[in-house]
């Protein structure tokens, strides 16, 4: 008995002696510890969506999307500007992180079953509710989809709003001549110059390309019907646990601060709070970022180079005139409900 006890305790010394080294080595993410070591992120987005991503003159990418990029940049590396953004369209998003091209992708993608459990990816959170609308030009007189029966549509293909437009005609028993075109400036321009009856992808991204007509977007209409839901999130490779709890709580803290009070503002101000979730959220109390491979004080550099959430709505989104509703914060009516952090 005692040499078998002997025995036992020889090989977990044994164990030990080997799992500690690397525990010392690195984060216990191969992703954060391949960030660390190039010293950026490197974050997949799409080709150019106002509000979302979308290069301004000078260059610079903005947009919600971008913004939950810098925000994890800030969290892994304490510093927004460490960051390489890669435009991504619908058919290589997938396949760009599946291959490790990028370590994160946020391109307004719609979390479903079937993406998660056959991709080998995971996704950490939704940034942004949204659904699949349709637009019409003004002069057409269309008030409604169920008025679009014979209707040539304008859409990408691959995409959840491919899907959600076939199921929605089918079930209402209309009939419908899907355009399928996967660049979305081409999609766009084809609708524009009359060679579909509508044009359809989630409501947020037909705001923004009517913001983006400037005084021709009266011309445009949105019709009244969202007909799919489409939680547009992030998202990571399956099998890093690590780097998915930092993207997941990057965005809870992001939240968290919305609720709380914290903004980029007064987020030094607030380090001295003596409010014990402020204090768990803004790094002053526990090792809650240090469980996960990064600085306590993660939130805080979130919240300064990024801003809570509602800064980052009303900076990104809300320019396109797009409401809160949905997006807004539980206890205003809204889906978004941080867990605790502690």
């Not at 005692?2 to 216990?28: E, V, Y």
């Not at 990029?69 to 396949?95: E, H, M, Q, Y």
């Not at 990028?102 to 479903?112: A, E, F, G, K, Q």
């Amino acid at each position: 008995m005692k040499r078998h006890i002997l025995s036992g305790a020889m090989l977990l010394g044994a164990t030990l002696a080997f799992a500690a080294p690397a525990a010392a080595q690195g984060s216990g993410s191969a992703t954060i510890d391949t960030i660390k070591s190039r010293g950026m992120l490197v974050c997949g987005v799409s080709t150019g969506v106002a509000g979302f991503s979308l290069a301004d003159s000078k260059g610079v990418v903005q947009g919600i999307d971008a913004d939950t990029c810098r925000a994890v940049a800030a969290a892994v590396l304490g510093d927004v500007s460490k960051i390489r953004f890669v435009p991504l369209n619908t058919t290589n998003r997938f396949t760009a992180l599946q291959a490790g091209e990028i370590d994160l992708l946020v391109r307004s993608t719609t979390w479903t079953l079937g993406r998660e459990a056959n991709l080998g990816l995971l996704f950490a959170g939704i940034n942004f509710y949204d659904g699949t609308g349709f637009m019409v030009k003004s002069a057409s007189g269309v008030k409604s989809v169920k008025e679009l029966d014979g209707a040539t549509v304008c859409v990408q293909p691959g995409t959840s709003t491919e899907l959600a437009i076939a199921d929605y005609f089918r079930l209402n028993k209309l009939k419908f001549t899907p355009v399928l075109i996967q660049d979305q400036n081409e999609i766009q321009n084809t609708y524009l110059a009359g060679r579909c009856d509508s044009y359809s992808t989630d409501a947020s991204g037909l705001a923004a390309f009517r913001f983006q007509q400037g005084p021709k977007a009266e011309e445009q209409v949105l019709l009244p019907e969202i007909i799919s839901k489409e939680p547009l999130g992030m998202m990571v490779r399956k099998g890093d646990d690590k780097f998915f709890d930092v993207v997941r709580w990057t965005l809870f803290a992001m939240l968290q601060a919305e609720e709380s009070g914290v903004t980029s503002k007064n987020v030094d101000e607030m380090l001295k709070s003596t409010n014990p979730d402020i204090r768990r959220l803004l790094g002053a109390e526990g090792d809650l970022g240090k469980a996960m491979g990064v600085d306590n004080k993660f939130a805080v550099s979130i919240i300064k180079g990024v801003g809570n959430y509602a800064e980052m709505w009303d900076r990104t989104v809300a320019p396109l005139g797009i409401p809160r509703g949905i997006n807004n914060l539980w206890n205003k009516g809204g889906l978004h409900y941080p867990p605790p952090i502690r």
